[in-house]
């Protein structure tokens, strides 16, 4: 049978089957002798120890489209970004360290600012403009009225995405309302860990159409660039708005700070690219050369 890890806990892995449920496997142990551990996302095949208990054993994995470091799921089409625009404002460096971690692992992404019930139309332009020369698509939601929800939808529609964002942004609320119609039977899951579905302490993933294709990823909260082989050589290009400027600096690898004939730094200085974005790129190069030091 087959289908969809969407939690994997203390060696279980909770597998989606459409139309079926939800089945309580443990990997088989040739895994473990092959080095391969299942992850949040992965297409599996199981087969069934208990039809009654829900119960059965994951046989093998189908090949995965692609696998992320940070956070640690599969077979993923692109990143949500979820941060509130107002109420907490938004954090912009933690913003930037989001999108800088999905370029790396070369995922789209779309920038969501969700509780825009609190805000002026000429502030959410505000907003929009620190990210316009990025190409990032930017989404204005409201959790609270439901406003953007149907464009949200259309997003996210046929895909799995990955979804993160920082406490107060109102990310649970967001997914509640995607969800509020399906009818995933998740609540298996929270009876045998004893607790709430939307308690973010794993990767999960949730289905939001009854069809079974569009899925999205509820990730735990992270701000640190902990990746693997990630340098500040590296930065230039997650900076798309940078990267394309690149070609005609002076001086090949240009790091765009203290270099002469940048046009990186030109393009700052014409207001062509966002001062907001300049400076976080700054700290995050300075934060990496200090930590390539020890």
Known sequence: MKGRIIKGIAGFYYVYVNGQGVYECKAKGIFRLEGTKPLVGDEVDIEIL???????????????????IRPAVANVDQALIIFAAKNPKPNYNLLDRFLVMMEYQEVPVVICFNKVDLCEDSYLRGLEKIYSNADYKILFTSAKTLEGRDELLKVLEGKTTTVAGPSGAGKSSIINTLQSDVMMETGE?????????????????????????????????????????FEKEDLNRCYPEFYELSDKCRFAGCAHINEPDCEVKAALEEGRISEVRYNNYVKLYEELASKSKY
């Open 189 to 229: 899951i929270s009876k045998k860990l004893g607790r709430g579905k939307h308690t973010t302490r794993h990767s999960q993933l949730i289905a939001i159409d009854d069809m079974g294709s569009s899925f999205i990823v509820d990730t735990p909260g992270f701000s640190t660039m902990d990746i693997p082989g």
């Open 50 to 68: 208990s039809e009654e208990d829900k119960e059965g054993n994951i046989i093998s994995i189908s090949q995965r489209k692609n696998a992320l």
